[in-house]
Nanobody, 123 residues
């Protein structure tokens, strides 16, 4: 069964950090651009970050640039999202998403996603 399984969410105070993990099963991540999208209550799902398969180029939404870092470990078939300097407005369900084979074409171009992990930033 082809799946993306997220972990690492939780409750954190403003200014804190979390690292999300996305483990793929049923397929090999090597050939795919993978990213993270999030959905806050009452808002549409938005692309946050993407990492290309070929040269691991990375892309970020303006709202997280400089605070979030996406990376991949193909040997572990896993993608990570390191989130620093978290703000209350980062509160959302975070989904690991497939962006198709090859390179990232745009943060909105995700095709399917996992079950999600909740991130809550609150004091």
């Amino acid at each position: 069964q082809v799946q993306l399984v997220e972990s690492g969410g939780g409750l954190v105070q403003p200014g804190g950090s979390l690292r999300l993990s996305c483990a793929a099963s049923g397929f090999t991540l090597d050939y795919y651009a993978i990213g993270w999208v999030r959905q806050a209550p009452g808002k549409e799902r938005e692309g946050v970050s993407c990492i290309s398969s070929s040269d691991s180029r990375t892309y970020y939404a303006d709202s997280v640039k400089g605070r979030f870092t996406i990376s991949r470990d193909n040997a572990k078939n896993t993608v990570y999202l390191q989130m620093n300097s978290l703000k209350p407005e980062d509160t959302a369900v975070y989904y690991c998403a497939d962006y198709g084979p090859g390179d990232c074409t745009g943060l909105a171009d995700f095709t399917w996603w996992g079950q999600g992990t909740q991130v809550t930033v609150s004091s």
